[in-house]
């Protein structure tokens, strides 16, 4: 192992002034194996369900409630449960960063640097569908496995953004209840399983990701409303990206305050004496440290904002009908949950007219009780050929790019619908008596795009893996159609 993992001289010279006598023990931890882990999806099924059906040998992650381990060779990232959205394979360390967030459902959350998803997934798993959910990547490949991510994992009320942080900060200022910002950084905590990031690791690259860090959160900072928490986390060791930017931001920021928070015994305390100028509070920030627990290295620190929260006054699509402006909306319809309380879709027939074929398309092709219908909260808006929910309290976002702006339901093929995949994602057997619960085998033959055959049935089908369900089939004759996304398909 200690051939193969080679680390950047200068980089043990540091480490070494740091920690002193613990050195020994940290280097020791490159020998090792690392840990791996995997964290249960509680918007598909309850815990103790989730754990009498998993294949595989877990044990329990400390400071992580959906968290587990797995053996690396039981390769759960090749099963058809992972297809299922049943669970994220994400490194264990990195599962602290949005406990210590705390989410809860109603609230208005910002994942600002979000790809590729684990800690945006983790927050909806709190949230369990009511209120915001926004995930932010800056890179535009990294946001669109960002989208498919929130979409395997049948998240409903999140909108997927590709925006720069200071965009961002023009269209909410004070808005949101909750920002994470999981900073881009060296990468340092990754050595041991990432090998770019031993290559790419200079103290030059330390510098610049410190002043990168900064300006993101000044940019944060403007979004987050008074009495909201801000969370920042790193996966790296350097005290100019952890102490010393934490420090300078609460010296620049006297409305902010670093909280002391409950957390996991294995966690460290950060260390004043690594700041140049330590803030008040700098020790109540966290380092996890790869010899003293069962994962990587991380660095979280929790901010409040002074005051207390008031909701801003700013318009949203349901009060506004949307932005005629809105690169969402784009000269297509957009009509509200209710339009007999908007004036704008009283006078556009057009709007009603669509909300009454999605409704009729979602009962009677699908099998959808009305009260599902009913239940869910936000604006129908068409996006392309897409039809979405936007979650309730979006605000109409002019001239932002969007990759996803809520909940597809639907894709107009010239007034002919077809069911969006993200949608079967969100759905189980109790949305729906039009399911078809697969084998083994033919769960494998669906995601490789295959037809399944099945009895009588006509009609969209909703295809399910014990109960988790796996995309949408249409039925006639005999065989279920295949209809997993081309992009998705793969052998399992």
């Known amino acids: 192992m200690e051939e193969q993992i080679r680390l950047p001289q200068a980089f043990c010279g540091r480490m070494e002034r740091l920690l002193g006598e613990e050195y020994k023990a940290f280097l020791a931890s490159y020998e090792k194996e690392r840990y791996y882990g995997?964290?249960?999806?509680?918007?598909?099924?309850?815990?103790?369900?989730?754990?009498?059906?998993?294949?595989?040998?877990?044990d329990k992650i400390a400071w992580a409630r959906e968290g587990y381990y797995y053996q690396a060779a039981q390769q759960p990232g090749r099963h058809v449960?992972?297809?299922?959205?049943?669970?994220?394979?994400?490194?264990?360390?990195?599962?602290?960063?949005?406990?210590?967030?705390?989410?809860?459902?109603?609230?208005?959350i910002l994942d600002l640097c979000a790809a590729p998803g684990g800690k945006t997934t983790q927050i909806a798993g709190r949230m369990q569908g009511e209120g915001l959910l926004v995930a932010n990547e800056i890179v535009p490949e990294r946001a669109r496995i960002l989208s498919q991510n929130v979409e395997r994992m049948g998240v409903r009320n999140c909108v997927v953004c590709n925006e720069k942080p200071e965009r961002l900060a023009e269209l909410f200022p004070g808005f949101f209840d909750r920002i994470l910002v999981d900073a881009p950084c060296s990468g340092e905590g990754m050595f041991r399983k990432d090998e770019a990031a031993r290559q790419e690791w200079s103290p030059a690259h330390v510098t610049?990701?410190?002043?990168?860090?900064?300006?993101?959160?000044?940019?944060?900072?403007?979004?987050?409303?008074?009495?909201?928490?801000?969370?920042?986390?790193?996966?790296?060791?350097?005290?100019e990206e952890n102490e010393g930017t934490i420090s300078a931001f609460i010296h620049a920021h006297g409305d902010y305050i670093i909280e002391e928070t409950d957390c996991c015994e294995a966690f460290s305390q950060g260390q004043p004496g690594w700041a140049d100028d330590p803030a008040d509070g700098i020790e109540y920030t966290m380092r996890l440290w790869p010899h003293k627990l069962k994962g990587e290295g991380h660095y979280i620190?929790?901010?409040?904002?002074?005051?207390?929260?008031?909701?801003?006054e700013m318009p949203t699509y349901e009060e506004s009908g949307g932005n005629r402006k809105d690169r969402i909306s784009s000269q297509n319809s957009i009509i509200s949950k209710n339009p007999k309380n908007n004036k704008e879709n009283r006078e556009r027939g057009s709007d009603r007219k669509?909300?009454?074929?999605?409704?009729?398309?979602?009962?009677?092709?699908?099998?959808?009780?009305?009260?599902?219908?009913?239940?869910?909260?936000?604006?129908?808006?068409?996006?392309?050929?897409?039809?979405?929910?936007?979650?309730?309290?979006?605000?109409?976002?002019a001239g932002v790019k969007v990759l996803r702006p809520g909940l597809c339901l639907?894709?107009?093929?010239?007034?002919?619908?077809?069911?969006?995949?993200?949608?079967?994602?969100?759905?189980?057997?109790?949305?729906?008596?039009?399911?078809?619960?697969?084998?083994?085998?033919?769960?494998?033959?669906?995601?490789?795009?295959?037809?399944?055959?099945?009895?009588?049935?006509?009609g969209w089908m909703l295809l399910s893996y014990e109960g988790y369900s796996l995309g949408f089939g249409k039925a006639s004759g005999g065989q279920i159609k295949n209809h997993y996304p081309k992009g998705l398909r793969k052998n399992i």
Not at 90 to 99: I, R
Not at 372 to 390: C, K, N, S
Request: proline share 7%.
């Open 410 to 458: 639907l894709t107009d093929r010239k007034n002919r619908f077809e069911p969006a995949h993200a949608l079967a994602m969100t759905l189980t057997g109790k949305d729906t008596d039009r399911v078809k619960e697969l084998t083994m085998e033919e769960a494998g033959r669906y995601l490789r795009g295959e037809s399944i055959s099945c009895g009588q049935e006509r």
């Open 301 to 312: 620190a929790c901010l409040r904002r002074r005051g207390e929260g008031a909701e801003p």
């Open 354 to 397: 669509l909300r009454e074929a999605v409704t009729t398309f979602l009962t009677q092709e699908l099998g959808l009780p009305e009260t599902w219908t009913d239940g869910q909260d936000g604006t129908v808006i068409r996006f392309g050929e897409q039809v979405y929910l936007v979650p309730e309290g979006m605000i109409p976002l």
């Open 208 to 239: 610049m990701c410190a002043e990168r860090q900064g300006k993101i959160l000044e940019e944060a900072a403007r979004m987050l409303k008074p009495g909201g928490v801000l969370v920042y986390s790193t996966c790296t060791f350097a005290p």
């Open 81 to 108: 449960l992972h297809e299922a959205g049943a669970y994220y394979i994400q490194e264990p360390s990195a599962m602290a960063v949005a406990e210590i967030l705390d989410p809860r459902p109603g609230e208005r």
């Open 38 to 58: 995997l964290r249960h999806n509680p918007l598909k099924c309850p815990a103790e369900t989730f754990v009498g059906q998993m294949p595989f040998m877990l």
